[in-house]
C-alpha cells in the first residue's frame, strides 16, 4: 500500500496514545500465569504484534475475552501435549513462547512470516538446548519438544534483552528457584528488564536482581491484581513528540511518565537536539525511538549523531541501513555506519517516493517528515504500520494532516 502524505502540515489537537505493546505482552503473559482472571484494560485498537500473543497463549491453552476496550484472561489450568503457535510477524511473541511454551506443553511447533524467520534466535535455541530441550531447525519454523525445569541459565544480552524478559517470566511459573546469569545485567537492569520486572511485581512475583543476574525464589508465584491498565506506549508517542519538534502542537493526553518504557527517553533527547550545538545521542537503551529522532534530527540545523544502535541491524529490516536509504530519497543528508547514523539537518526536506521497507517505524517517522518537505511524499509499504499502531494513519489525519492511499 502507497500512502501520500501532503507536505508541510503541522498537526494541532489533543491524542490518546495506544497501549504499549511492550507492556501489553508481558501483561497477557503474566495473567496467563497467574492464580485467577485478569481484566487489562487498553487503549486503541489492538495490534498485529499483540494479536500474535494471544492466539500464542490461546494455543497454550488460555481463554482469552476481548469485550471493548478490555481483555479478560483466564489463566492456563491445563497443560497441553502439543501445540502450534503462529507468531505471524512478532520477534516479542516467538522469544516469549519459546521459553513459555515448554513450561506448558510438551511439544510445540513455532512458526511465523518471512520476516520473523529473519530475526536472531540462536542463542535462545543454545540456551534451550543446553537445558535438555531437542530444537529442531535453527529457524522458523521450528520445534521445541521437552519441559522447561527450574536451575541456573546463563544468557546473554548481545542481540535482545528479550531473552532474558523471556526466561525471567517462564521460570517464575515453574516450582523451585531459579537464577538467570548474564555478564550485563546488575541492580539497574537495562530498561525492557526494567519493565518485565516491574510487570511481573504487580503480579506478586519479585526476581532478586544480583551482580551477576537474576534470582526467583521457590516461593514467588504469580498472584492476579485482578484489574490492571496498559500504559500508554513511549513507543508510538515518539513520532508525535517528534512532529512536534517541528512544529506541531499535539497534546497527548494519556503518557504516563516515569513508566519504565525506554523509550520515555526521547524528551531529554529532542531537548538536546534543540539546545546543543553538538549533538550525540545515545540510543542502546531505547532503539525504537531511532526512526523519530531521525525525523526530527532534519528539521534541525546541526549535525545530530545516533549511536551505539547496532541491535537495530536485526529489527523488520536492517533499519541503519533502512533509515539511510528511506530518508535520502527524500532528500536527507544522511550516513550509516556500522553502529550510528549521522544525520546534517538543513530544516528541510525535498519529499518524494521512497519505501520504509515493510517497517512499521520507519513508515511513521517518514509520515511526520512530510511537515518540513516541499513536495508531497509517498510511502510504499505503509500497511506496515498495523504491526504497532494499526491506526497510525487515522490519528494523523483526525490531527489535521491530508494523506490519502495512492
Known sequence: MIVRFEPGKFLKGGLRIPSSKSYLHRTLICACLSDKSTQIAFCGKLCDDIKATISAL???????IINNNNI??????????????????????????????????????????????????????????????????????????????????????????????????????????????????????????????????????????????????????????????????????CFWLAANFMGSNIDLLNLEHNSFQPDERIKNMLHLINTEKSVRLDCG?????????????CSAKKTVIIENISKLKYKESNRINALKSAFSSIGADICAQSDALVVNGTGSLQGGKTSCFDDHRIAMSLAVSSAICKEAVEIEGFESVSKSYPDFLKDYQSLGGTADVV
Open 285 to 297: 537503551e531505547c532503539p525504537d525511538s531511532v526512526p523519530a529522532l531521525c525525523a526530527a534530527a
Open 72 to 237: 479478560i484472561v483466564f489463566p492456563i489450568v491445563k497443560e497441553t501435549c502439543y501445540a502450534e503457535i503462529d507468531c505471524s510477524g512478532s520477534a516479542s511473541t516467538l522469544r516469549f513462547m519459546m521459553s513459555l511454551a515448554p513450561v506448558l506443553c510438551n511439544k510445540t511447533l513455532l512458526k511465523g512470516n518471512r520476516q520473523l524467520s529473519e530475526r536472531p534466535i540462536d542463542e535462545m535455541i543454545s540456551v534451550l538446548k543446553s537445558k535438555g530441550l531437542h530444537i529442531k531447525g535453527n529457524k522458523l519454523p521450528l520445534t521445541v519438544e521437552g519441559r522447561l525445569k527450574s536451575g541456573v541459565y546463563h544468557v546473554s544480552q548481545a542481540v535482545t534483552t528479550q531473552i532474558v524478559s523471556s526466561f525471567l517470566m517462564s521460570l517464575a511459573a515453574l516450582n523451585g528457584e531459579s537464577a538467570i546469569m548474564t555478564s550485563t545485567a546488575n541492580a539497574e537492569s537495562p530498561s525492557y528488564i526494567s519493565l518485565t520486572l516491574n510487570v511481573m511485581r504487580l503480579f506478586g512475583v519479585n526476581a532478586i536482581s544480583s551482580k551477576n543476574g537474576f534470582i526467583l525464589r521457590q516461593t514467588e508465584k504469580y498472584i492476579s491484581p485482578e484489574k490492571i491498565s496498559a500504559q500508554a506506549d513511549w513507543s508510538s508517542a
Open 58 to 64: 490461546k494455543a497454550l491453552g488460555a481463554e482469552i
